[in-house]
């Protein structure tokens, strides 16, 4: 069984769209994350969930809109896609909130054409 | 600023020879340092973590060091095999910061057969 499922795993949208990428844990875990992975590998944290609380946003542009209707899910919703919001994006889950020992999806890679 | 970042972009290793990828980190106000690894088309994998108390650290095959003299978090591999193959990822917890992880840029480890 998968401990962090990510969908979808390719996401190809035009310019303006909206999208939406699913994210659910079967750890019983009570934090979990959206990153973002840039062409260069360099990974950067979104947001951050505890207990279905958001504890952090990093700046990220109020078009995207996580929500956490439970503690086994996260969801990241994305309104008027623009170019370079192209990336991967990964879910993770931690018990606690250090980040410690995370568990991350497989990424949703996301085009925008 | 924070940063966590690494000497080498690239890592080229004979298979069985042992590995050292080597990272440099600017806050010395963190918890905890944790390696990843990454494969293609994967999401990131916890390998090994250290607290900031710890100047070393084993694990099956791996090791990490800290040096917080100099601010120098390093990973040891021992007799590296080709599925050591990946990119790996330094991150730092920062002790203000609360479940947020900052990673370095990342190395690619290429295992020569």
């Known amino acids: 069984d998968t401990a962090v499922s990510q969908t979808p795993k390719y996401l190809v949208t035009q310019m303006g769209n909206d999208k939406s990428i699913k994210c659910e844990q079967n750890?019983?875990?009570?934090?979990m994350y959206w990153y973002k992975q840039d062409s260069k590998k360099f990974l950067k944290i979104m947001f951050s969930?505890?207990?279905?609380?958001?504890?952090i946003n990093e700046t990220v542009p109020n078009r995207f809109s996580p929500k956490s209707p439970d503690k086994a899910h996260l969801n990241l919703h994305i309104n008027s896609l623009e170019l370079g919001d192209s990336a991967v994006y990964f879910c993770?889950?931690?018990?606690?909130?250090?980040?410690?020992?995370?568990?991350f999806g497989q990424g949703t890679r996301l085009t925008v054409v | 600023g924070e940063s966590v970042g690494l000497h080498l972009p690239t890592l080229s290793v004979q298979e069985g020879d042992n590995s050292i990828i080597n990272c440099a980190y600017s806050?010395?106000?963190?918890?905890?340092f944790i390696w990843y690894k990454q494969e293609s088309g994967k999401g990131p994998q916890f390998i090994i973590d250290i607290r900031s108390n710890m100047d070393k650290r084993q694990g099956q095959r791996v090791t990490v060091l800290l040096n917080k003299t100099v601010k120098h978090l390093s990973l040891q591999i021992a007799a590296t095999q080709p599925g050591d193959s990946a990119v790996y990822f330094c991150?730092?917890?920062?002790?203000?910061?609360?479940?947020?992880?900052?990673f370095g840029a990342g190395t690619r480890l290429f295992v020569k057969a």
């Open positions: 969930y505890n207990n279905k609380e958001l504890i």
């Open positions: 993770a889950s931690s018990q606690g909130g250090q980040g410690i020992g995370a568990f």
């Open positions: 991150a730092e917890i920062p002790s203000s910061g609360g479940f947020k992880t900052i």
């Open positions: 806050n010395s106000a963190s918890d905890y």
């Open positions: 750890l019983g875990h009570d934090t």
